[in-house]
């Protein structure tokens, strides 16, 4: 599928689809529509008339103008209020006409929406990451694709946006990464493994030129990473420590580091998991989105040097398992009191975290989908965001703002820390039921020192049941497009 942005006008359009935006309580037929509704013969006019269609927020119609007509169907496509609409907005009404052309099978699509706060440059790359990201679909463990997924879509034109072309390619190389993330999260724990994983950072360092050490066992042990280590010990699969690096040309205006939590399956170890267990493939959520945050960075070539760092390994059972009430000891001197097997997130995170820290960079962003405690307190559409540093904080809302992409702040409440105390070692793994991401936020801080931090929580968001603005049920690819806008910003 092609899309363009290109100069000519909806009154002079021709093709399959021509889909125009509305604002809320604004839909008078003026000016040009006006005589576009009358080129149509009055269709446009029927429309709204027959469906009350009012502009409201997702709201659509759709009709067919006639036969051989320079148009073929016509819809009208819902923004709500003009007042404070959001890029946001745009992206998801993309979709929402990807979905119609996809449903009626066009194959020319033409796209008339407003201008977002008259940088047409955002309004093309969004309502472009809107329609990429709603048509794909994740085939390849299908033997056959049913004739209703294939797509006819070939052409899609945004029009009066000429001069735009950038940002249609900054929009696909997002959704390149979205769709990475989204394809690593899907794909299950026997095709997705720690080898796996350290193939795809081999791939991207091949494609974009980033440089790749991948520590092994042996390795990590070197550097006394004992809590990773405790938790791949029961693995058939050897773990891998992965980190992967960009580095513009210039000097680098800043230098990151995108930390993922990468349990390729997380049975729950000897604390093992009842119902739901399958589910457990999507808890290298977190090390999926900083792979596709890579690939857009890769492509993208920012001003910013960034590190890709995650320690992948599998949470299974077996006679090396560590038993509960284990004491492992992190790479920074800390030892742990293993209280249950299935807070394991956290102790992969702890070495990552150690190793992160001591590159000396200027802020560390990790995300886990760590907790189900999470997902109680907001939901599968917000992440929990975590950090002592607000003005860090503050840049990951505001890139998560503009990414479309849902998060709340939460307290790092010290007094919570009593909850992890151990009275035998410096911590336990866990505290006490209610506070549950809290305490794990608090676990982490326990392994960065120096660098300014932040931990995002993305249990919910990385999967969905049904289909929702963007994203197709299943893995959403969440939080990538925050994660690429926050290395921009
Ligand atoms: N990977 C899970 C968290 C999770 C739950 C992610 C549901 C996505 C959906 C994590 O390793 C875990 O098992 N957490 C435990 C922690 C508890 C033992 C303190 C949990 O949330 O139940
Ligand atoms: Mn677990
Ligand atoms: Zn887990």
């Given at each position: 599928m092609d899309i363009k942005a290109i100069a000519t006008h909806r009154l002079d359009w021709t093709g399959d689809l021509l889909a125009i935006g509305f604002?809320?309580?604004?839909?008078?037929?003026?000016?040009?529509?006006?005589?576009?509704?009358?080129?149509?013969?009055?269709?446009?006019?029927?429309?709204i008339a027959?469906?009350?269609?009012?502009?409201?927020?997702?709201?659509?119609?759709?009709?067919?103008?006639?036969?051989?007509?320079?148009?073929?169907?016509?819809?009208?496509?819902?923004?709500?209020?003009?007042?404070?609409?959001?890029?946001?907005?745009?992206?998801?009404?993309?979709?929402?006409?990807?979905?119609?052309?996809?449903?009626?099978?066009?194959?020319?699509?033409?796209?008339?929406?407003?201008?977002?706060?008259?940088?047409?440059?955002?309004?093309?790359?969004?309502?472009?990451?809107?329609?990429?990201?709603?048509?794909?679909?994740?085939?390849?463990?299908?033997?056959?694709?049913?004739?209703?997924?294939?797509?006819?879509?070939t052409a899609v034109d945004l029009l009066d946006f000429a001069g735009n072309d950038a940002a249609i390619s900054k929009a696909q190389a997002i959704c390149?990464?979205?769709?990475?993330?989204?394809?690593?999260?899907?794909?299950?724990?026997?095709v997705v493994t720690p080898m796996s994983m350290a193939a795809t950072a081999e791939e991207i360092a091949k494609d974009y030129g980033f440089a790749l050490k991948i520590l092994e066992q042996a390795e990590c042990e070197a550097l006394g990473m004992g809590a990773f280590l405790g938790v791949a010990q029961a693995s058939e699969m050897p773990p891998k420590f992965i980190h992967l690096t960009y580095t513009p040309a210039g000097t680098p205006r800043r230098k990151l580091a995108i930390v993922g939590k990468g349990l390729t399956f997380d049975s729950g170890g000897l604390n093992i998991k009842g119902a739901g267990i399958e589910t457990m493939k999507m808890d290298m959520g977190g090390a999926a989105a900083m792979f596709g945050a890579a690939k857009a960075i890769g492509q993208i070539k920012p001003d910013v040097e960034v590190h890709f760092i995650s320690a992948v390994t599998e949470n299974m059972i077996s006679g090396r398992a560590m038993h509960p009430g284990d004491i492992l000891t992190a790479s920074n001197g800390k030892t742990i009191e293993i209280n249950n097997t299935d807070a394991e997130g956290r102790l992969t995170l702890a070495d990552a975290l150690v190793y992160t820290d001591k590159l000396g960079l200027d802020a560390i962003v990790d995300l886990a989908t760590l907790t189900g405690?999470?997902?109680?307190?907001?939901?599968?559409?917000?992440?929990?965001?975590?950090?002592?540093?607000?003005?860090?904080?503050d840049g990951i809302?505001?890139?998560?703002?503009?990414?479309?992409?849902?998060?709340?702040?939460?307290?790092?409440?010290?007094?919570?820390?009593?909850?992890?105390?151990?009275?035998?070692?410096?911590?336990?793994?866990?505290?006490?039921?209610?506070?549950?991401?809290?305490?794990?936020?608090?676990?982490?801080?326990?392994?960065?020192?120096?660098?300014?931090?932040?931990?995002?929580?993305?249990?919910?968001?990385?999967w969905i049941d049904k289909e929702h603005g963007v994203n197709n049920a299943g893995a959403t690819g969440h939080p990538v497009r925050t994660l690429v806008n926050w290395v921009l910003s």
């Open positions: 604002y809320e309580d604004a839909i008078e037929l003026s000016g040009d529509l006006a005589e576009l509704n009358t080129k149509l013969a009055g269709v446009i006019e029927a429309l027959e469906t009350e269609f009012k502009g409201a927020k997702s709201s659509s119609a759709v009709t067919r103008v006639g036969v051989d007509t320079p148009i073929a169907k016509i819809m009208l496509v819902g923004l709500g209020k003009a007042e404070g609409m959001k890029p946001d907005t745009l992206r998801k009404a993309g979709a929402t006409i990807a979905r119609a052309a996809k449903r009626e099978k066009a194959k020319t699509l033409g796209i008339s929406l407003p201008i977002w706060n008259g940088d047409s440059a955002t309004t093309v790359q969004v309502i472009s990451e809107g329609l990429r990201l709603a048509l794909h679909q994740d085939t390849r463990f299908k033997s056959e694709v049913e004739p209703k997924h294939q797509l006819k879509l390149d990464g979205v769709i990475l993330a989204r394809e690593l999260v899907a794909a299950p724990a026997n405690a999470c997902i109680v307190a907001l939901g599968d559409d917000i992440s929990g965001l975590w950090s002592p540093d607000q003005s860090l904080a809302l505001a890139a998560a703002e503009l990414a479309g992409e849902n998060f709340w702040q939460m307290p790092l409440a010290e007094k919570y820390f009593d909850g992890i105390k151990s009275p035998i070692a410096d911590l336990k793994n866990t505290g006490p039921r209610g506070g549950g991401s809290i305490t794990a936020a608090l676990f982490l801080k326990q392994f960065v020192k120096d660098t300014p931090w932040a931990h995002l929580d993305v249990a919910g968001p990385v």
